[in-house]
C-alpha cells in the first residue's frame, strides 16, 4: 500500500509526462503527415527549418501563437470560445487510461506505465470519444456561418453513425479477453500458437473487427476519406471556417491526439500491445515493451497517412449507405459468429 | 469525506444544471444544460460504485442521446423561446407546484419506503455481475425491453417515410 503523498506526487509526474509526450507526438505526427504525403506526391516537405525540416512544428507553434486571433462579429460568443477548448480536452483526456507498457520499478516504486488502470478503462475512453464530437458541433453552430454549420452537421451525423460500428467492432476484443481493463486485454494477447504466430487478438479470428474498427475510427476521426465536416472543395474548411490563431490550432491538436488515442487503442486491443521479443539486461528489457508498443502506434498512423495520400473523398451519401448498410451488419455477423465459438468452445 | 464533498458537489451541480436548462431561453443552452446534468449523475453513479452504469450514462446520455437533441436543434435553427401569456400562468402554477411535489416525493421516500441510505461505493459496480443480472435474473424484461424499443424504431421509421402517393409521383418523375 503507498502512502497519500507518494501516489499524489507519482500521479502528478504521470500526467505531466504523459501529457508532454502526448503533445510532442501531436506535433510530430504533423510533421510525419507532411513528410509522408510529401513524398507521395513526390515533393520534399518541410526541409528548411532544422535537419530534415524537424523543427518545422515548433515553428508552426510560434507561428499560431503571433497570428492575430479574430473573433468574427456575427458569433455566438460564449460557445465560439467554449468549442475549441471542449475539442482539445476531451482529445488529451482519453490518454489517460491509456498503458503503454508493462509495470517498472523506479527507486522501490513498482507502478504501471499508465497514468490510472482502472477496470472500465475502454469504456471510459469510448464516453470521452463520444463527448468530444460537442467540440466540432458547437464550433459549426456557434460561428454562425453556413459552411461551419454544415461542416457541424455532417461531423455530428458520421461521428453518431460510425460509433455504432466501432463499439460493435470492439465487442469482439471482449468477449475473447473478457474484461474492460486495457492492461487484462493485452495482458490476454501474450504467449503464441504453435510457438510462432503470436496470439494477438487480429490472428484470433478478429481480423474482420480490425477492418471494421479501422474504417469506423477514420470516421471518427474525419480523416480523409471520411473528412466531409471539412471538405475544403465543399465547405471552404467545414467546422473551423471562423477560427484563427490558437482557436483553429486547438481543433488542430484535437484531431491528431484522437488520431493518436485511435493507433494507441488498435494496438492495444488488435496488435498484441506491448507484447513482443525480450533480451538484453534488465534495464532494456523493462524498455523494450514501451518500444514494441510505440513502434504499432507508429505504424498505424503511417497507414493513416498513406490511406490520407491515396484515397479520395466519399460523397456523403455514400458515407452514410456504407456506414449502415455494409459496417454495420458486418459487425454484427463478426459479433454472432465470435460469440458462438466462444460459447461452443467453453 | 472525501466522497460526500465530491457527492454534493456534484449534486449541486446536477441540480443547477437542471435549473438552469428551464430558465435558459435559448434551447442550445438547455440542451447544454441537460449534458451538464448527465454528465455529473454519471459522477454520482461512480462516486456510488457503480462504474459499468456510469459509463453506460455518459456514452449512451450524454454521448448520443444529446448529441442528437443538439444536432435537430441546429439542423431546425431554432431561435430563442419567446414568453406568452400562456407561460406566464404555467410559471405561477408550476414553481408552487412543483415545490409541493418535490416535498411529497422526498417525504414519501425517506419516511414511507423503508428503503435505507446507501453507502458510498455500495452498488454492484463490475460489468461481469450487471451481465449476469441482465441476462440471467431479468431476462425478460430485458428481451421486452428490446422489442419494446424495435417498436419505436418501427414506427419513427413509418412516420418519416414518405406517404406511398410521393414514392409514386417520383418513380413517375
Partial sequence: ?????????????????????????VAYTVWLERKVVAHIQNRWGPTRVGPFGLLQPLADGLKFFFKEDITPPHVYKLLYIAAPVIAVTFALTSISVIPIGNWITINGVRTPLQITDVNIGLLIILGITS?????????????NSKYSLLGGLRASAQMISYEVSLGLSLIGVLILSGSFSLREIVDAQGGTFWGFIPRWNIFQGQIFAFFIYLTAAFAETNRIPFDLPEAETELVAGYHTEY??????MFFMAEYANMITVACLASLLFLGGWHGPLFGPPWVQSILPVFWFVLRVFGFLFVYIWIRGTLPRFRYDQLMAFGWKFLLPLAIANLVITGLIVALKS | ML??????????????????????????????SLIVVMGSLAVEYLLLGAEFVAAVQVIIYAGAIMVLFVFVIMLLNAGEEELTSGSRVALLLGIPGML?????????LLAHSGTTAVPAGALPGPPKIIGWLLF????????????????????????????ESVQQSKKEG
Fill in chain 2, 100 to 108: 409541493v411535489s418535490s416535498v411529497l416525493v422526498a417525504w414519501v
Fill in chain 1, 244 to 249: 484563427s490563431s490558437m482557436k483553429f490550432a
Fill in chain 2, 3 to 32: 466522497h460526500l464533498v465530491l457527492f454534493l458537489t456534484f449534486g449541486a451541480i446536477c441540480v443547477a444544471g437542471a435549473v438552469n436548462l428551464l430558465v435558459q431561453r435559448h434551447p442550445i443552452n438547455s440542451a447544454l
Fill in chain 1, 1 to 25: 500500500m503507498v502512502s497519500v503523498e507518494s501516489f499524489v506526487i507519482g500521479s502528478i509526474i504521470k500526467t505531466a509526462i504523459a501529457l508532454l509526450v502526448l503533445l510532442t507526438a
Fill in chain 2, 136 to 163: 440471467h435474473d431479468f431476462l425478460l424484461p430485458f428481451e421486452v425491453t428490446s422489442v419494446l424499443i424495435l417498436i419505436a424504431i418501427m414506427g419513427a421509421v413509418v412516420l418519416a417515410s414518405p406517404p
Fill in chain 1, 131 to 143: 463527448m468530444g464530437v460537442y467540440g466540432v458541433a458547437l464550433a459549426g453552430w456557434s460561428s
